[in-house]
T-cell receptor, first 110, second 110 residues
């Protein structure tokens, strides 16, 4: 039972580099979300999607882009990484309110 | 005012103790309420939903007071395995998006 799978699990980037985080779910959920979690800040919504081909901005979207070309996949892109984007990134999916989270990606930008 | 506020703790309690967590939310139109649990360096997982009539799941009891915009979680007979961060979570009005509190850390001590 895979649920929500995030890749990669860890990554170190240099300032200015770009990368894409992949989230895949096998539960046929319509809704998918990208959060970041920083010490003392809790989970903050970056972008979300309510269905294939649709995306919307969350609380902290600046510096990130997303795409939902297939229902099961939700990609998060960092165009030009900054040290402020050092964080743990969680993807989640849901049918309604019951969120299932991936195990997270630990990103360090140096 | 933060949308979802929790006492950050930490709460350090001995095994067998009863511990209560409180949470307040600012959006009076919120419709759904949850407690999630997050273990250290892991993803959040749904612990239980919270209903207006109050609900119980084994040693865990959740209460909701809509008039006061207040949610609580009571853990009886604490176990070492209950050590985690407990996140209070609230939905938006007419939305499946969830807003997470910053969490309350619980350490159960032998």
């Amino acid at each position: 039972n895979a649920g929500v799978t995030q890749t990669p699990k860890f990554r170190v980037l240099k300032t200015g580099q770009s990368m894409t985080l992949l989230c895949a779910q096998d539960m046929n959920h319509e809704y998918m979300y990208w959060y970041r979690q920083d010490p003392g800040m809790g989970l903050r919504l970056i972008h979300y999607s309510v269905g294939e081909g649709t995306t919307a901005k969350g609380e902290v979207p600046d510096g990130y882009n997303v795409s939902r070309l297939k229902k099961q996949n939700f990609l998060l892109g960092l165009e030009s990484a900054a040290p402020s984007q050092t964080s743990v990134y969680f993807c989640a999916s849901s049918a309604l309110y019951g969120y299932t989270f991936g195990s997270g990606t630990r990103l360090t930008v140096v | 005012r933060k949308e979802v506020e929790q006492d950050p703790g930490p709460f350090n309690v001995p095994e067998g103790a009863t511990v209560a967590f409180n949470c307040t939310y600012s959006n009076s139109a919120s419709q759904s309420f949850f407690w999630y649990r997050q273990d250290c360096r892991k993803e959040p997982k749904l612990l239980m939903s919270v209903y207006s009539s109050g609900n119980e799941d084994g040693r865990f009891t959740a209460q909701l007071n809509r008039a006061s915009q207040y949610i609580s979680l009571l853990i009886r007979d604490s176990k070492l395995s209950d050590s985690a961060t407990y996140l209070c979570v609230v939905s938006g009005a007419g939305s499946y998006q969830l807003t997470f509190g910053k969490g309350t850390k619980l350490s159960v001590i032998p």
